[in-house]
């Protein structure tokens, strides 16, 4: 079946410029998670649903980063005033159930900001 | 001090090399994630374990509890292993996969 899948797979973006990044986990997966990615570095967490419900937001870097899954199922991360520091690989992951099954990753999308 | 580190950071091995990856973390675990991550970005879950070992194809994974500690076996290495293989830990408490920084391998022909 389909994986995650993320849009768009690249994105830049000038600096002060807002930002959306979608994702679309696999159907049926009720956790949903957002990760950032710097160069050279491994992921660190943003955010994490449980159906359409915020469960942990404590990653979001600052208050211009938002995150949203109103139907819960697709998943939309906002960044808002872009700065050159939000440039990462930013990573979406699903999971069956709860954050303690297995979670498939999507191919992430790029953001550069110049 | 990270709560996952990951050795070595970078490792290049010849075809048919034995590579071992090794992980260690510090706080208290309910599951550990070996990943792979082509470049790209696509990352591909290799294993999810609480203890012992799993294998699949030439790919082990062990965990040894009380010393918080695992390692990623590679049998055979094959130049398409040439990834970064990524370490994360779900913690006892919360929903955050917390990660180790990669291992970048490079398998030689």
């Known amino acids: 079946g389909a994986g995650v899948s993320q849009s768009p797979r690249y994105k830049v973006a000038k600096r002060g410029q807002d930002v959306a990044l979608r994702c679309d986990p696999i159907?049926?997966?009720?956790?949903l998670f957002w990760y950032q990615q710097a160069l050279g570095q491994g992921p660190e967490f943003l955010t994490y649903?449980?159906?359409?419900?915020?469960?942990?937001k404590s990653g979001l870097p600052s208050d211009r980063f938002f995150a949203e899954r109103p139907e819960g199922s697709v998943s939309t991360l906002k960044i808002q005033r872009t700065q050159q520091e939000d440039s990462a690989v930013y990573l979406c992951?699903?999971?069956?159930?709860?954050?303690?099954?297995?979670?498939?990753f999507g191919p992430g999308t790029r953001l550069t900001v110049t | 001090k990270n709560e996952v580190e990951q050795s070595p950071q970078n490792l290049t091995a010849q075809e048919g090399e034995f590579i071992t990856i090794n992980c260690s973390y510090s706080v208290g675990i309910s599951a550990l994630h070996w990943l792979q991550q082509h470049p790209g970005g696509g990352i591909v879950s290799l294993f999810m374990?609480?203890?012992g070992k799993k294998k699949h194809g030439r790919l082990i994974a062990t965990i040894n509890i009380q010393e918080k500690h695992s390692s990623l076996h590679i049998t055979a290495s094959h130049p398409r292993d040439s990834a970064v293989y990524i370490c994360?830990?779900?913690?006892?408490?919360?929903?955050?996969?917390?990660f180790g920084e990669g291992t970048q391998l490079t398998v030689n022909p």
């Open positions: 649903f449980q159906n359409e419900a915020q469960l942990d």
């Open positions: 159907s049926g997966h009720v956790s």
């Open positions: 374990l609480s203890s």
């Open positions: 994360a830990v779900k913690e006892t408490s919360g929903s955050r996969l917390t």
């Open positions: 992951a699903s999971s069956r159930r709860t954050s303690s099954y297995e979670q498939y």
